[in-house]
């Protein structure tokens, strides 16, 4: 496997989830933090397929858009990374789903570095008193009472979920306390050395300061 390169701005959001993937199963990798200036040069240059960010340039596939994909990709070029079994497989790609749900739902509401006020104080207010604790207790309910959802424990889809609710626990440090199986998830891939290292800024892509603005 040849080495690839990530492109995104420095930021987490939409970046985290990747860069923890590429980090956690061993990708050599390298990236770019993209800033503001850089945006427009890369956008009108046609490299990006849909015209967003992140991208992943490889040497065998050409240049991957969404972040999504990026994550898939890590999961069919590296063994195991996409779960030992199809069971597994089908595991991680729900999870790769409900991660993209709680972004989506955050994104509607949550007040961000670029836009400061996206919704009413009450709409913000109604999303972590009923839409979020809602769907942990779905998530509770799928962990069957353990603290991972295959054997690895770091499929890309348990890594992207972990991704999104890490940006929930900056923004709302008690969010995951009333779901224990849950919170012990999280911990767990927390304290995992190649997540440290993300948090920690030492991996490729540098620091990545919160996208979302705590309540």
Request: aromatic letters at 8%.
């Given at each position: 496997m040849s080495p690839v390169h990530f492109t995104y701005f420095g930021i987490m959001a939409k970046g985290f989830g990747p860069a923890l993937t590429l980090e956690s199963h061993g990708v050599d990798w390298k990236a770019t933090s993209l800033a503001l200036e850089?945006?427009?040069?890369?956008?009108?240059?046609?490299?990006?397929?849909?015209?967003?960010?992140?991208i992943l340039e490889t040497e065998e596939y050409g240049v991957i858009a969404q972040s999504t994909a990026i994550m898939q990709y890590v999961g069919r070029v590296?063994?195991?990374?996409?779960g030992a079994n199809i069971a597994e497989g089908i595991i991680s790609d729900q999870l790769l789903g409900l991660a993209d749900d709680f972004f989506a739902g955050l994104s509607k509401v949550q007040p961000t570095i670029f836009v400061?006020?996206?919704?009413?104080?009450?709409?913000?207010?109604?999303?972590?008193?009923?839409?979020?604790?809602k769907m942990l207790t779905y998530l509770e309910a799928f962990t069957k009472g353990k603290d991972a959802f295959t054997s690895s424990g770091i499929t890309v889809g348990e890594l992207s979920l972990?991704?999104?609710?890490?940006?929930?626990?900056?923004?709302?440090?008690?969010?995951?306390?009333?779901?224990?199986?849950?919170?012990?998830?999280?911990?767990?891939?927390?304290?995992?050395?190649?997540?440290?290292?993300?948090?920690?800024?030492?991996?490729p892509v540098g620091n990545l300061p919160a996208y979302f603005l705590p309540n």
């Open positions: 850089g945006w427009g040069p890369l956008k009108e240059s046609g490299k990006c397929p849909f015209g967003q960010v992140p590296k063994e195991g990374a996409a400061k006020e996206k919704a009413p104080a009450d709409q913000v207010k109604a999303h972590w008193a009923e839409a979020v604790p972990w991704g999104v609710l890490h940006q929930m626990v900056l923004i709302e440090p008690p969010c995951l306390d009333a779901f224990p199986n849950t919170k012990a998830f999280y911990t767990r891939i927390l304290n995992l050395p190649a997540t440290q290292k993300v948090l920690k800024g030492g991996s």
